[in-house]
């Protein structure tokens, strides 16, 4: 039996309809060793009368009761203060819990050794056809949806605020880790007081974890606190909250954090989206000159034109895997035409991350040689190109990250037309590529045709987006998304992560630009003859049981690139009968889904 004691800090406060679910579903949990404290915010109904009958019959639940209300924020600091615990739950008091979600919260952070481990939330409303109630559904369960997890460290500010929640409930937290850092909620009546703790969280740098169980059941009402501000429309006040918890956060962080890193920090969140809006001043003339200006944008329109606009352009992490470039190539000319070409980049924000993936050539000296600033140098021994692309995901300081493989080169003006095109914050961004061979230039790729032929739409064309050539994404939405690349899939894999990508995301923009440079050489080991390449039809069987799952149907042009590029590896494979039996296989499988799969026989 695990002893180990959860505080549950519950702050009461005006909600004597719902507290008996809540506090059954907290005495009710398979874990028992559970101390409950219940603080008195001071409402005016009978919510307090139902408690102490409770506490009562129950010597886990105690009440710890303020003189006057005081709010939420300052009611969890209370039972914070009188928790005595190991770990620390926060629940409101108009929701509830699932049966053995703090069991399995515990079992996951003693697992882990995680500070902080989150459950899943879900959503329901107290009034099913109230219209505001639905859209506001719609947004919470879109911020608070994430993808099971484990040991997530929040290195850098910026991603972890788009990857962790700002919510304090739903997560099991080390009573220790927030005592011995001071973290607290502002001491301040105020909504939105789970920001600013949340920020102060994240700037210590906890390990987190989350789990794919549900433990939090959410309840949308117009009477609760977030409730009232929306439905009113009282902006100003929302923002005055806002800027308190923020500020209070603030000034945590210079308290906390050396001097330099601190003002880096703060600058940082201010320029996130979720924050950016705070910290906004207008200017409006007679309608005729508005002016405004945020840490993020500065733009000035006169008479409705915009004749000044500046956008806070996004850094980006170029990750490049090599295993032994040069040996296999059997010449330096084009790893150092990769090189050169990334540290020439006429745009300013960005890092090089060389993953080299064991390596026993003179790759990694000839790497080390250019001595240059914005190139990092980091280690992946599991091999498998698949491992270091996750690697230098993992070690991505960037807005955005993008591949780019060791033989390849990029235009001088590669990442400055990328990062103006990113200013309009897509989770993918989509270029084109040009193959060049044998001297030869020829830009009428797979994903060039498609573009050509479905234009923007990405329902039609996703089947197509092989490579990673010029594809750039955000790692806040990769990494909440907890895509990466498959290993095992060994022709395909680009594929694979690429189209899982987009079919997780609307939010996909395109760009005009051909600036990689993809060398099609007679030496690489695509042109080896392999049985890898029955990954290939692996890799797209999964894509096609997602493809299905988010359209209902299968694309005709995926179905099409499928069957294409089934024939150009056919010559390649060892075990053409395999192949060709599994590939039909496929087709027979999803024929129904799409009318327009030819046979690849």
């Avoid at 001088?412 to 040009?434: C, E, H, Q, S």
């Avoid at 390649?572 to 039996?581: A, E, H, K, P």
Wanted: glycine share 4%; hydrophobic share 35%; net charge neutral.
């Amino acid at each position: 039996m695990n002893e180990d004691l959860i505080s549950v800090v519950i702050p009461v406060y005006n909600v004597e309809p719902y507290i008996a679910q809540c506090l059954d579903s907290v005495v009710e949990q398979t874990h028992k060793n559970t101390e409950i404290i219940c603080v008195n915010d001071r409402g005016s109904d009978n919510s307090m009368t139902i408690v102490r009958e409770y506490a009562h019959r129950d010597n886990r639940v105690k009440i710890v009761s303020h003189d006057v209300n005081k709010g939420l924020g300052i009611a969890r600091n209370t039972g914070m203060a009188a928790a005595s615990g190991d770990y620390l739950f926060f629940l409101d008091s108009d929701d509830y819990i699932t049966g053995s979600i703090l069991e399995k919260l515990l079992d996951t952070v003693k697992k882990t050794q995680s500070d902080v481990v989150i459950s899943k939330t879900v959503t329901f409303l107290e009034d099913e056809n109230d219209r505001w109630l639905i859209e506001r559904q719609r947004a919470v369960d879109s911020y608070l949806d994430f993808s099971a997890r484990e040991g997530y460290a929040c290195a850098d500010i910026a991603d972890a605020i788009s990857n962790v929640s700002s919510v304090a409930w739903g997560k099991l937290y080390s009573l220790d880790f927030l005592k011995s850092n001071g973290i607290t909620f502002a001491n301040a009546n105020i909504i939105h007081e789970d920001d600013g703790f949340n920020i102060k969280l994240l700037s210590n740098k906890p390990v987190v974890t989350w789990i794919k169980d549900i433990g939090i059941m959410y309840r949308l009402r117009k009477s609760s606190i977030t409730g009232k501000i929306e439905q009113a429309a009282q902006r100003r006040k929302k923002l005055r909250n806002m800027r308190t918890s923020l500020e209070d956060a603030f000034s945590y962080i210079h308290k906390h954090l050396p001097k330099s890193n601190a003002m880096r920090v703060v600058q940082d969140i201010k320029c996130h989206n979720l924050y950016n809006y705070c910290f906004e001043k207008k200017l409006n003339i007679l309608g005729l000159l508005k002016i405004s200006w945020s840490p993020r944008l500065k733009r000035i329109k006169l008479f409705g034109i915009n004749v000044f606009e500046k956008v806070k352009a996004p850094k980006i992490s170029v990750i490049v895997p090599f295993y032994n470039t040069v040996k296999n190539l059997g010449t330096e000319q084009y790893l150092r035409q990769n090189i050169e070409s990334l540290i020439a980049q006429s745009y300013d924000d960005y890092e090089i991350i060389y993953v080299d993936n064991n390596s026993d050539d003179s790759s990694r000296a000839i790497i080390e040689s250019y001595n240059n600033p914005q190139i990092r140098l980091v280690s992946e021994p599991t091999p498998g190109v698949a491992n270091a692309r996750n690697a230098g995901i993992d070690n991505a300081a960037g807005d955005y990250f993008t591949f780019v493989d060791s033989d390849d080169f990029v235009a001088k003006n590669y990442l400055r037309k990328a990062a103006n095109a990113l200013k309009k914050l897509p989770d993918i961004l989509i270029g084109n590529f040009t193959m060049c061979k044998g001297g030869k230039m020829d830009i009428a790729t797979y994903r060039y045709r498609a573009i050509r032929k479905y234009g923007e739409s990405i329902k039609d064309s996703y089947g197509s987006m092989e490579c990673p050539h010029n594809i750039f994404f955000k790692l806040s939405f990769i990494n909440k998304h907890n895509i990466r690349q498959t290993d095992g899939i060994f022709v395909g894999e680009d594929n694979l992560f690429n189209i899982s990508a987009i079919l997780n995301t609307d939010n996909v923009k395109f760009y005009k630009s051909f600036g990689y440079y993809y060398q099609m050489l007679e030496t690489s080991s695509s042109n080896v003859k392999s049985d890898k390449y029955m990954t290939f039809i692996d890799a797209y069987d999964r894509i096609f049981t997602m493809a299905k799952e988010k359209y209902g149907y299968i694309n005709e042009y995926a179905t099409q690139y499928f069957n294409a590029k089934c024939k150009d590896f056919d010559a390649l494979v060892l075990s053409q009968d395999l192949f060709r039996r599994k590939a039909s296989e496929l087709c027979e499988k999803y024929k129904d889904q799409s009318t327009s799969i030819p046979s690849t026989k």
